[in-house]
């Protein structure tokens, strides 16, 4: 019979707390420091708050930045906007799949296939021409795609999912 030495037993139970606790570090998401402008809930992988995931406007700027130029029906001429794509979003939620309910401020709530999040195409604005969008101003976010880019996005379908002052994502599965 092999003995193995005692501490060797205690340096694997030391490891597997270091791992376990940085793959619990590395599951969770930073609280929101200010207002919180966007709740995404349901079949996601990293949370914050219980079993959601609340954001900030920093902290959607801290994730990977898109820009995008079109115009559309609801404003005059080209605008300018940035934002993160819906689909980097869910991607860093750990979300794979599934339907997207959004919903408004104002309690208006459409359902975004999980493809125009995969395909890039949906770009979940917070400025406007260079500076954040107010309540007023169909802010703080804006679901936009790019309409001037196809035809394909200038239809009532498209229309309809450009959802403004979102604040809350249900992810169903």
């Not at 340096?11 to 606790?21: A, E, K, Y």
């Not at 079949?43 to 930045?65: H, P």
């Amino acid at each position: 019979m092999i003995r193995q030495p005692h501490y060797l037993f205690g340096l694997l139970s030391v490891f597997w707390v270091v791992i376990s606790t940085t793959i619990l570090v590395a599951d969770t998401l930073p609280a929101p420091s200010g207002q919180v402008v966007l709740t995404v809930s349901g079949e996601i992988q990293l949370t914050n708050v219980g079993d959601t995931a609340e954001f900030d406007l920093d902290m959607l700027r801290d994730l990977e930045r898109t820009e995008l130029e079109t115009t559309t029906i609801w404003t005059e001429g080209l605008q300018h906007f940035a934002g993160i794509k819906l689909g980097t979003l869910l991607k860093h939620l750990g979300v794979e799949d599934g339907i997207i309910n959004a919903s408004a401020l104002n309690e208006y709530f459409i359902d975004i296939p999980f493809e125009d999040a995969d395909t890039g195409a949906a770009l979940i604005a917070y400025e406007r021409n260079g500076a954040p969008m107010s309540v007023r101003d169909k802010g703080p976010l804006w679901v936009i795609f790019p309409y001037d880019q196809s035809a394909h996005y200038r239809s009532e379908v498209y229309f309809a999912r450009s959802i403004w002052q979102m604040d809350r994502i249900e992810i169903e599965r």
